[in-house]
């Protein structure tokens, strides 16, 4: 994939509105988490607010002050919709996979085959939003890997989003030379956005 250095002319004012929404998303009051339906939408919707924030955050700031004063630019408009879903697809099994880690240990839940099922059908729903087909069926294959070799006991205490904070780093549309001057700020910024859902679901979940 071709990669394009950042302007301020290239993001357009509908995919900032997005981002707001998202920003303003995060302060509003919270309803318990009371069974596997109610988890569900809180790992969708959760990964979906992270990637959102922390991926427009940093174009944003690539592109500087003048950000809002843009024109369409259908080719970097790709590259910017590309790297949301296939970083999206790795934020939904950092949460999945934290999440049923949480509850086995602190809740001696046992389901865990509940775990694939979830985001099995997260991302089947997704097609309805374009999510491409191809990213999906390597997401399902990533997860599938990657629950082999888990360890449910120590999951959700070591490290748990690393490989979605990676993933943004890995697929951001930024020249790879400002990527690299950029790389320990972007992997902060993603793992702070996790912090607050990590807090946010220890306080939230009643199961």
Request: glycine share 0%; net charge positive; aromatic share 16%.
């Amino acid at each position: 994939m071709q990669k394009y250095k950042l302007s301020w002319k290239d993001l357009s004012f509908k995919d900032f509105k997005v981002y707001l929404f998202a920003l303003f998303k995060a302060f509003i009051p919270k309803k318990k988490i009371k069974n596997l339906d109610e988890l569900e939408h809180f790992i969708q919707t959760k990964s979906a607010w992270v990637i959102q924030v922390t991926l427009y955050s940093y174009l944003k700031t690539r592109m500087g002050t003048k950000y809002v004063l843009h024109f369409d630019n259908d080719v970097f408009m790709s590259s910017v919709n590309l790297a949301k879903w296939n970083i999206y697809s790795v934020a939904l099994q950092d949460l999945t996979f934290f999440t049923f880690s949480y509850l086995k240990v602190n809740f001696n839940y046992q389901d865990i085959n509940q775990a694939k099922e979830i985001f099995f059908k997260i991302l089947d729903d997704e097609t309805s939003n374009k999510m491409p087909l191809e990213i999906i069926d390597e997401a399902k294959k990533t997860f599938n890997e990657r629950i082999q070799n888990m360890n449910w006991e120590i999951y959700y205490k070591d490290l748990p989003f690393n490989p979605s904070a990676l993933s943004l780093y890995k697929w951001a549309p930024i020249a790879e030379e400002l990527k690299i001057l950029d790389r320990k700020i972007v992997l902060n910024s993603m793992i702070l956005k996790w912090d607050v859902v990590r807090q946010e679901f220890e306080k939230l979940i009643e199961f």
